[in-house]
């Protein structure tokens, strides 16, 4: 694998970890607590994971991603999916954890 590969499913698991609440409007500022940043940090591993996790299922990919940028992108899919469902999961347990404690 390359590390472009890494780097790239690391981009899509942070853009595929929203603002938890981006329904309720604005994120507070300053911050209260850098929870923000432990989710973004959980999506870049859930990607890189979700893109890993791709490519074992559906085969290698080229070695070379600028080669043939549709493998690339195919298994973008993947660490997006993975970052947006372990997002949601990270994003549930904090918000139920804030709402017991406050």
């Not at 595929?16 to 850098?34: C, L």
């Not at 195919?74 to 660490?79: E, F, H, R, V, Y």
């Amino acid at each position: 694998m390359d590390i472009v590969l890494f780097a790239l499913w690391g981009a899509v698991g942070w853009c595929g970890t929203p603002y938890p609440g981006w329904w309720r409007g604005p994120r507070p500022h300053p911050d209260p607590e850098p929870w923000w940043l432990i989710g973004k940090i959980i999506g870049v591993i859930a990607g890189v994971v979700g893109g890993w996790s791709y490519t074992q299922a559906f085969g290698p990919i080229d070695p070379i991603p600028w080669r043939s940028a549709l493998p690339a992108a195919a298994s973008s899919l993947g660490a997006f999916v993975v970052a947006r469902i372990v997002g949601d999961i990270y994003g549930a347990i904090a918000a139920s954890k804030k709402t017991a404690v406050g």
